[in-house]
């Protein structure tokens, strides 16, 4: 019984965390049509910048409490500058290409900033640990956890309702599913196409930068360590449907339960099991859960 | 007809070259050599799966098939020559991806790429968790012979350099025949227009079958070399890293040649190596600069350079 609380808890705590992370995975790939493997790189980036800034504030004696306040600030840093760097500096000229050479483009940069990360801050590894100890534990039942996992699911269950707002609640979302389906209608129609590309991208980077910046005080943070990540965001969201954020939040639960169940009850097949998921999801509906079969244009 | 002839011709004095200077080469440059064959022989199956309109970036899952297939086979079946290892290797790929292609040959484009990296994933997991392949840590794989002579020290070395080099000639005339045929004419018309191809009554997902298991037997036998080479296999070779590097060479290299993605691999390689040397932590940004500049500005490959020299000079 315990095992299985466990199980669900792990499974639910490992879910938002790759929510976070898939979210702008997938609103990328929904509104530009570009499968972005730089993304693990974004990932990283926020993580390298959260480390360093959790470090200055602390080591200037500010009270702890404020290295939250960083680490969101970590997220929106690396998304307003890398997002539109890239954006702007390199996608915008590949738009029309062939989705599978924007996954190549996005491929070289993700080798680019690799290194770039390698260049900036060094190869040895940083440990920012105090926000994750701050918060204490949450005792649940026999089984005790951190409250900063309670803080990721809060994080996690925030962006998908704020994604789920601004895509159906606001004019904004309204001109964005106008570029969705239809981007040379919709450029027709006065709309700043340019600009939708421009936001989403920020976003998605900011979300990417954000899970990065969230698991900064759990690990090490290391050159690398986005690589894994790309694969594991790649299952969610085509595990719950490439453009869809429902999509990634059915995804995410799907990966995190799968992932926590096979460490519980079955370690040897922990790595695979989500990629074996994966798989058979596109075995059976290889556009996902949650999207719908699409017309094949000739 | 006659450009056939020039094609095997070329690929001869390619060989002859290749083991020729093979004596002259220091030592480490002809493991790079030997190494860049493999890859190259890779790569060659992407250009055939690229030219039918495939990316794959689960190339490593046939990498890592034939590498460890040479070696496993070497122990249970008591193969201890090279040669039947490499055999062994390429056989081992091409048979998981006849049964992986009933099920890949009917994805395109994005969807083909992502399953063929959760393929490619659930290989790796599996070899990582597998203790009686040792796991994270690979073994060691170490032919006893090279066509029954000794395979021990320097002489094993150039076998085995000399093995990659008839494997690699042999594909390449083998590929560039199969492409000239009237089968191998399909691959563009499957990547330009399916549904013609299946107007004119030929079955595209046949076509996509096939190439899948060429691919994977070329992949398998790069691996097993590789896996000579070294003298040691580990699951990285199925790691998506790997495929990435693959896919790297491919786009290098462009499509128009069968020879070029073994320059490509032999200028990955040697760009791996001198980076290795002087700048461990910028080798991967130079790789992504090039890779970007030849996507942008080269969309046939670095080939392409060579090809309008050509032809602006005739």
Known sequence: MSTLLAVLVDGVIYASWLFIIAAGLT?????????????????????????????????????????YAMLALAAILVGVVAGPVIERGLLRFAYGKDEVVLVLITYAVFLILEDAVKLAWGVE????????????????????????????????????????????GTRYGKLLTAVIHDREVSAALGIDVGRVYLVTFTLGTMLAAAGGALTAPMVSVVPGMGVEVIVLAFAVVVIGGLGSVPGAALGSLVV????????????QVELFSIYLVMALVLAFRPRGLFVAAEARKI | MIRRRWTTAGLGIALVAVVGVAPLLPRWSLFVVTISLAKGLVALGLLLLMRTGLVSFGQGLYYAVGAYAA?????????????????????????VALVLGLLLARYRAIFFAMLSL??????????VKTSAFGSTDGFNVAPKSILGFAAAGPAGRFGVYGVAALCAFGATLGIDRYLRSKLGRLAPAVRDNELRVEYMGASVRNVVHLHLVLAAALAGLGGALTALAVGHVDPEMAYWTTSGEFVFIAILSGTSSVAAPFVGALLLELLRSFAYEHAP???QLVMGVAMLGVILFLPEGLWSLFRRRVRSAT
């Open chain 1, 27 to 67: 609103i990328i790939y929904g509104v530009m049509r570009i499968l972005n493997m730089a993304h693990g790189s974004f990932y990283a980036l926020g993580a390298y910048a959260a480390a360093s800034l959790v470090g200055v504030w602390l080591r200037g004696g500010r009270p702890p409490m404020g290295s």
């Open chain 1, 125 to 168: 590894s940083y440990f920012v640990t105090e926000p994750y100890g701050l918060l204490g534990n949450l005792e649940m039942g026999p089984l005790s956890y951190p409250v900063y996992s309670g803080v990721l699911v809060l994080v996690a269950v925030a962006v998908g309702v704020a994604l789920r707002w601004g895509i159906y």
């Open chain 1, 256 to 267: 995190g339960l799968v992932r926590s169940a096979a460490v519980h009850w079955l370690p």
């Open chain 2, 71 to 95: 070696g496993v086979g070497a122990e249970a079946l008591h193969l201890s020559d090279a040669v039947p290892m490499v055999i062994l290797g390429a056989l081992a790929a091409a048979a």
């Open chain 2, 118 to 127: 959760a393929f490619s994933m659930i290989l790796y997991g599996v070899l």
């Open chain 2, 281 to 283: 932590n910028t080798w």
